[in-house]
């Protein structure tokens, strides 16, 4: 979920199983999502993103999914691997609007455990 | 694949040096922006530019300015640095300004 605060909530997950990571996002004109992987150190990462015409995406090993009533975007990562270890965070935009730049969360951080 | 590199990824300054961050984007991208990242803050839009010689303030510009003299090129200049601008400092760049956001590998800055 969304972090309030000095420290990223964590995910701690066993090696193989699958990890679910949720986002509550504030405008409900928003109408595309991303999610972005950051491993320590290095710069933000796309993973897959999501238009409001949809509920449902799916990609390699993600899925995200898109609950528009309440304003709920959630990754599951199936599988988990020690190199999914990362914070996670989601962003949102009014893609059809005439502004509107990504809003960011500040991310969960995902630990995998061997 | 979207390039987009930094000039330094680790910096060390002193207060009151002037500081130019550097980002290069290979895919002609229309849009460029630079965010700090700090724990518990997340990503905090400093300044973006819609197109050559364009730039609009973010979130937090003060204490930043910034340079588009080239398509490709987007620099950030700290003109008198401060120790609370001690912090990781990510550029990105998209084709749409609402579309996904292709970012750098960040400069980790420290001001003493």
């Known amino acids: 979920g969304e972090s309030v605060g000095l420290h990223l909530p964590t995910l701690s997950v066993q090696e193989g199983d699958n990890s679910i990571i949720n986002c509550a996002y504030s405008n409900s004109a928003s109408d595309y999502f991303i999610w972005y992987k950051q491993e320590s150190g290095k710069g933000p990462q796309f993973i897959i993103d999501i238009r409001s015409n949809m509920d449902k995406r799916q990609g390699q090993r993600v899925t995200v999914l898109l609950n528009k009533t309440v304003k709920h975007l959630s990754l599951q990562i199936a599988a988990t691997q020690p190199g999914d270890s990362a914070v996670y965070f989601c962003?949102?935009?009014?893609?059809?609007?005439?502004?509107?730049?990504?809003?960011f969360g500040k991310g969960t951080k995902l630990s995998v455990k061997p | 694949d979207v390039k987009v590199t930094q000039s330094s990824r680790y910096l060390v300054k002193r207060t009151g040096e002037k500081v130019f961050l550097e980002c290069v984007q290979d895919m002609d991208h229309e849009n460029m922006f630079w965010y700090r990242q700090d724990p518990g803050l997340g990503l905090r839009l400093i300044y973006f530019?819609?197109?050559?010689?364009?730039?609009e303030k973010g979130d937090i510009p003060e204490g930043y300015s910034v340079s588009r003299e080239k398509k490709e090129r987007f620099s950030l200049i700290l003109e008198s640095a401060s120790t609370n601008q001690t912090s990781m400092y990510l550029c990105a760049s998209n084709r749409r300004i609402q579309e996904t956001q292709y970012f750098g590998p960040g400069t980790r800055l420290l001001v003493l």
């Open positions: 530019s819609y197109d050559v010689k364009m730039k």
């Open positions: 962003a949102e935009t009014n893609y059809g609007g005439s502004q509107g730049n990504l809003i």
